[in-house]
């Protein structure tokens, strides 16, 4: 094919994109609701287009060419700033309007969003919330994988593909039943926790592992008895003296009269950040559903957020 000419559609990147994925013209074209001689002759399409070959057929397996990786790899940018491209357009038109989804942990929800969403509904009808309740290190991954708009994360997280903004800055503590023999203290050393049963967050939650590392810094692994993504599930249990566990501060049911929450050491930070993936383009609907987060918490990253657009 001579450059400059361009004579493909986005019908066959899409094809050969699914077909790759699929690693099978049979179970692609399914996928695709086409036929496979029309998908096989498209491929063939593209090829001659191209003057490469980008699948081998030949094989008893499934193969794809080294300009078949390369051809993937710009088909799947090409197809993605097409998307991108259509929502701006549709964005220009719609203007604050449309689905915001938004990732955030379990225990922060009703603890600091459910005034806030409130709140956003009113100012907004036309926004709708797409709220899913995860761990951080799901978070992170859904909102890399562009399955969210917007992630909410207790740090450190990785920040490899993301931008991070701070909006609460707090302390762990030590929940215990009111008949554990440390209820009446007023601050416990983790390192006088060796021998009790832990019940914690799983390992979607950022603070299994600061819990964890906290453990090995006074030199023992922590005996885990039960992981949950429940709140009220792990105090429940604490509750009945089943076990320890540490969670925010924050998160603490003051008026809960079968619990005590005391100080560890050393300190656990609890920092939640909002995150956005970097260099995505952010729906005039998603900027202000950020907007009214980060002037939730008294951020005013929204003005570096803008001029990074």
Not at 14 to 23: D, G
Not at 95 to 102: F, Y
Not at 173 to 196: G, N
Request: proline share 5%; with cysteine.
């Amino acid at each position: 094919m001579l450059r400059g000419q361009r004579p493909m559609d986005l019908r066959k990147l899409t094809y050969f994109v699914e077909v790759i994925k699929e690693q099978s013209f049979s179970h692609a074209a399914q996928k695709l609701y086409v036929s496979q001689p029309m998908l096989s002759k498209a491929i063939s399409q593209l090829e001659s287009e191209f003057g490469a070959q980008l699948i081998k057929r030949n094989s008893k397996s499934f193969q794809i060419t080294e300009e078949g990786k390369l051809v993937y790899q710009k088909c799947i940018k090409i197809l993605n700033d097409y998307d991108e491209l259509e929502h701006i357009l549709d964005d220009s038109k719609n203007l604050l309007r449309g689905s915001v989804s938004i990732s955030i942990p379990l225990e922060v929800v009703s603890l600091y969003f459910i005034p806030l969403f409130i709140d956003i509904h009113k100012k907004y009808p036309e926004i709708s919330i797409d709220l899913h309740e995860e761990g951080s290190h799901a978070v992170v991954n859904a909102l890399v994988r562009d399955m969210i708009d917007i992630g909410v994360v207790m740090l450190p997280v990785p920040t490899h593909d993301i931008d991070v903004y701070q909006i609460i800055d707090d302390q762990c503590a030590l929940m215990v039943s009111v008949d554990h023999p440390l209820a009446s203290r007023e601050q416990v050393d983790i390192s006088e926790l060796e021998h009790e049963s832990f019940l914690l967050f799983n390992r979607r939650f950022v603070l299994n592992d600061m819990v964890r590392q906290a453990c090995y810094s006074r030199q023992f692994s922590p005996n885990i008895m039960f992981q949950s993504s429940n709140t009220s599930i792990v105090l429940g249990m604490v509750e009945k003296n089943q076990g320890i566990t540490i969670m925010p501060g924050p998160t603490f049911p003051d008026s809960n009269p079968y619990l005590r929450k005391i100080k560890i050491k050393p300190k656990i930070p609890w920092k939640l950040a909002l995150i956005i993936k970097k260099e995505k383009y952010l729906s005039p609907a998603v900027l202000q559903v950020v907007e009214e987060i980060l002037g939730y918490f008294g951020s005013n990253a929204i003005d570096e957020i803008k001029n990074n657009l």
